[in-house]
C-alpha cells in the first residue's frame, strides 16, 4: 500500500527565513503529489500538485516543490516565509486508486 | 460558485448513539471521500465512492458507513459512536477517479462522551 512520511512534525521560523519540509513517499507505480495546506480553523486548500513533466513545481503563494523521482521525494520549499504562512501542511500521493496523506507538519513563523 | 458544504459543523453525542454526518457537493464530481484528522496521523481515508450507488472501504473504516444515492450526497453514519470516534471529519470530492488534486468541505468536530 502506498504511504507518505513528512518526517518534520513541527518547525519554527523566524520571519524571512527560509523554508523546506521534506515528503517522501511508498508507492511503486506512477503516482501524482500534492501539497495542501490547512490555515488555523479552515479546512485544507491545494498549494501545488505534480503530474508529469517539469519536477520543480511552482504554486501558490511562493511555493514550488520538487519531485525527485530517484529519492522519491516531493519536498516543499518556499524562499522566505511570512508570519501568515503559520498553518499545517499536508503532503499527499495518489496511485491508481485512493490518496494518502502525510501526518502533517505544523508550520510556526515568529514575527 | 461550486462548493463542499458538511453539516453539522460541530457535534456532541453520546457513546452509542447513532449520527450521521452530511456532506454536500454541487461541483458534480463522481468522486467523494471521507477523512478523519486526528493529531498525528493526518488525514485518515474512512470511506469513498466514484459514483452512485458504489461505496468503498478506506484504512480506517470500522464504525462508519456510507450510501450514495445521487452524485451530491456522501452522508457518513456511525452505526454505534465510541469515544475513539472524536475527531474532526473532512468530505472531499474530485472530479478524475483517483488521481486529481480533492476539494475540501470545511469539517466537522464531533465529540463522543
Known amino acids: 500500500a502506498q504511504s507518505v512520511s513528512q518526517h518534520n512534525h513541527h518547525v519554527i521560523l523566524s520571519e524571512a527565513a527560509s523554508l523546506e519540509l521534506g515528503c517522501n513517499y511508498s508507492?511503486?507505480?506512477?503516482?501524482?503529489l500534492f501539497w495542501y495546506v490547512q490555515y488555523p480553523g479552515q479546512h485544507l486548500q491545494l498549494l501545488l500538485k505534480?503530474?508529469?513533466?517539469?519536477?520543480l513545481v511552482k504554486g501558490i503563494k511562493g511555493f514550488e516543490a520538487e519531485f525527485i523521482k530517484s529519492k522519491f521525494s516531493f519536498n516543499l520549499r518556499k524562499p522566505s516565509v511570512q508570519w501568515s504562512d503559520t498553518a499545517e501542511y499536508f503532503c499527499?500521493?495518489?496511485?491508481?486508486?485512493?490518496?494518502?496523506f502525510g501526518a502533517g507538519t505544523r508550520l510556526t513563523v515568529k514575527p | 460558485d461550486a462548493e463542499i458544504t458538511q453539516s453539522p459543523r460541530h457535534k456532541i453525542t453520546e457513546t452509542g448513539r447513532q449520527v450521521t454526518l452530511a456532506c454536500h457537493q454541487t461541483?458534480?464530481?463522481?468522486?467523494m471521500f471521507w477523512y478523519r484528522q486526528d493529531l498525528g496521523h493526518g488525514l485518515r481515508l474512512i470511506h469513498y465512492?466514484?459514483?452512485?450507488?458504489?461505496?468503498n472501504k478506506g484504512e480506517v473504516s470500522d464504525g462508519y458507513s456510507v450510501s450514495r444515492s445521487n452524485t451530491e450526497d456522501l452522508p457518513l453514519t456511525l452505526e454505534s459512536a465510541a469515544s475513539s470516534q472524536t475527531s474532526v471529519y473532512f468530505c472531499?470530492?474530485?472530479?478524475?477517479?483517483?488521481?486529481?488534486?480533492?476539494?475540501f468541505g470545511p469539517g466537522t468536530r464531533l465529540t463522543v462522551l
Open positions: 508507492y511503486g507505480g506512477t503516482v501524482n
Open positions: 472531499a470530492s474530485s472530479g478524475v477517479q483517483g488521481r486529481n488534486e480533492q476539494f
Open positions: 505534480y503530474f508529469s513533466g517539469d519536477p
Open positions: 499527499a500521493v495518489t496511485g491508481a486508486d485512493d490518496m494518502r
Open positions: 461541483w458534480n464530481h463522481n468522486n
Open positions: 465512492s466514484y459514483g452512485v450507488q458504489d461505496t
